[in-house]
């Protein structure tokens, strides 16, 4: 039973990574967007910003192009901050000392050896919650079965048991008595079904 159990728990890692990696795609496709369309934006600037000091006022132009080098610049800052978005996803960060892309597991960067400042990560908060004592997930009030191993969530007496609802646009179905689960979900919190 335990090979079986560890099998699920594979399987259904797989399929979280697998979601996750679609998911990070979709985000990166959409930044890259983003940054195709400021680039867009520069390239104009540009044009005008050489269109009026040609045309008109080459002899004194500081005065007519501010707005432009300034939306230059607030362009050049959402690129920064795309980037920063995508650096996220693709959980890397930039060292301190010399600015390479560094993977966030690293201890030292691999461009110049600087030790890497740790990067603190919060638990997740869920309130009302109790411990799965299988896997020591946190699950929701109201939850008779752990959605990360399956095991039986055993709820202390003082403690009611509260029905908590999925959100309706990142749901599934359990098939055997139809309770609404999380995508991620691997067993049903009502029955203790195999999703």
Do not use: W
């Amino acid at each position: 039973m335990a090979f079986f159990d560890q099998v699920g728990r594979k399987i259904s890692k797989v399929g979280q990574d697998v979601a996750q990696s679609t998911k990070n795609f979709t985000e990166i496709s959409r930044l890259n967007s983003l940054i195709d369309e400021e680039n867009g934006k520069i390239r104009q600037y540009y044009h005008e910003i050489g269109k009026i000091y040609f045309e008109n006022f080459k002899d004194a132009p500081e005065a007519v192009l501010v707005n432009y080098i300034e939306a230059v610049k607030m362009s050049f800052a959402e690129i920064d901050r795309y980037n920063e978005q995508i650096k996220t996803i693709k959980g890397i960060r930039s060292c301190p000392t010399c600015g390479g892309d560094v993977i966030n597991e690293s201890v030292f960067c691999n461009h110049c050896g600087t030790r890497m400042p740790e990067i603190m990560r919060p638990e997740p908060i869920i309130e009302n919650g109790v411990r799965c004592v299988n896997c020591n997930s946190v699950m929701p009030d109201g939850f008779k079965f752990c959605t990360n191993c399956g095991a039986a969530i055993t709820v202390p007496e003082a403690a009611p048991a509260q029905e908590e609802e999925a959100p309706v646009s990142d749901t599934k179905v359990c098939v055997m008595c139809g309770k609404e689960l999380a995508l991620d979900a691997a067993f049903c919190t009502e029955c203790g079904s195999k999703c």
